[in-house]
């Protein structure tokens, strides 16, 4: 890598939170998946899982989907670690879009 570029975006770890019985994470499934794996969808959202349920929920407003919802024990955890939340959406959002111009930016075996 040339030093003066700077290093590719990240992505944060796949399990956000794990407290109190509830454990937040997102899906990278759409980063090289092997067949049959399904594939990760817009909008981004977490994945949260309490006593053997899993909810999803959105990033913006930690909401659940679709209007699902929540116990007061996951809104709990979802409001103390909002910030943590919020800065893992941002990564995403970042990883994602270096992803895409990256993928813009190669050039096709009929160019030159």
Do not use: C
């Not at 454990?23 to 006593?51: C, D, K, Q, S």
């Not at 409001?79 to 096709?108: C, D, F, M, V």
Request: proline share 10%; glycine share 6%.
């Amino acid at each position: 890598m040339n030093q003066s570029q700077p290093a590719p975006p990240s992505l944060p770890y796949r399990i956000l939170v794990n407290a109190q019985g509830v454990r937040i994470w997102h899906n990278y499934g759409n980063v090289n998946p092997p067949p049959g794996t399904r594939i990760e969808h817009a909008p981004l959202h977490f994945h949260v899982r309490y006593r053997n349920r899993e909810y999803r929920v959105y990033e913006d407003t930690l909401r659940g989907y679709a209007g699902q919802p929540l116990p007061a024990e996951v809104e709990a955890v979802l409001y103390k670690n909002r910030s943590r939340l919020k800065r893992a959406t941002h990564r995403i959002g970042k990883w994602y879009r270096n992803l895409r111009q990256s993928q813009r930016n190669i050039p096709t075996s009929q160019e030159g």
